[in-house]
């Protein structure tokens, strides 16, 4: 008596997961950014299973993460991040990381650039009144100090104690 055996076939599984991810802004070799506010932002994970979104921003041109620290942005598509150095040029990348755990890197795996422009610090200034060791002053006295080229704000400090730091707090104008 002869058994059929069906012959064993080989089974094809399709991972239904499989999606792609794009990174927005800034573009790839971006320059010219400012350092002191510098938005990521990518486009929707397109397959299914998102868990949530992750990124790394490094200084090194090496296509990982060196730094280890890759960031949760959970559901958000963008990040802005603050006081960048100047004169820096920083590698990021994106990941979709799905349920089961699995990621996927944003641009096929491809980091990208971005260069922040230089930091000029303000130009150094003069105090104008009242005058270094002025006697029988008001009581609220007018301050005045020159312009400064470069400078966004002012802050002073009046302080009792001759230490060279403020122990009072710096006051902003």
Do not use: H, M
């Given at each position: 008596?002869?058994?059929?055996i069906?012959?064993?076939?080989?089974?094809?599984t399709?991972?239904?997961?499989?999606?792609?991810?794009?990174?927005?802004?800034?573009?790839?070799?971006?320059?010219?950014?400012?350092?002191a506010?510098?938005?990521?932002?990518?486009?929707?994970?397109?397959?299914?299973?998102?868990?949530?979104?992750?990124?790394?921003?490094?200084?090194?041109n090496?296509?990982e993460?060196?730094?280890?620290?890759?960031?949760?942005?959970?559901?958000?598509?963008?990040?802005?991040?603050?006081?960048?150095?100047?004169?820096?040029t920083?590698?990021?990348?994106?990941?979709?990381?799905?349920?089961?755990?699995?990621?996927?890197?944003?641009?096929?795996?491809?980091?990208?650039?971005?260069?922040?422009?230089?930091?000029?610090?303000p130009?150094?200034?003069?105090?104008?009144?009242?005058?270094?060791?002025?006697?029988?002053?008001?009581?609220t006295?007018?301050?005045?100090?020159?312009?400064?080229?470069?400078?966004?704000?002012?802050?002073?400090?009046?302080?009792?104690?001759?230490?060279?730091?403020?122990d009072?707090?710096?006051?902003?104008?």
């Open positions: 008596q002869t058994q059929y069906p012959e064993e076939t080989s089974r094809v399709i991972d239904e997961t499989a999606g792609t991810l794009s990174k927005v802004a800034p573009t790839n070799s971006a320059t010219n950014i400012d350092p506010s510098v938005t990521l932002s990518w486009n929707s994970y397109t397959g299914s299973g998102l868990n949530r979104y992750r990124y790394c921003i490094d200084t090194s090496d296509n993460c060196t730094s280890g620290d890759w960031t949760n942005t959970w559901n958000a598509k963008s990040v802005t991040l603050t006081n960048l150095q100047g004169s820096q920083y590698y990021w990348q994106v990941q979709a990381v799905l349920n089961d755990n699995s990621k996927v890197d944003a641009n096929d795996g491809s980091w990208w650039s971005f260069s922040t422009k230089a930091i000029t610090p130009v150094a200034f003069s105090k104008l009144l009242p005058a270094n060791n002025a006697v029988n002053q008001s009581t006295p007018v301050l005045t100090w020159q312009a400064s080229t470069g400078a966004t704000s002012y802050s002073y400090c009046i302080d009792t104690t001759n230490n060279n730091i403020c009072n707090n710096w006051v902003s104008t």
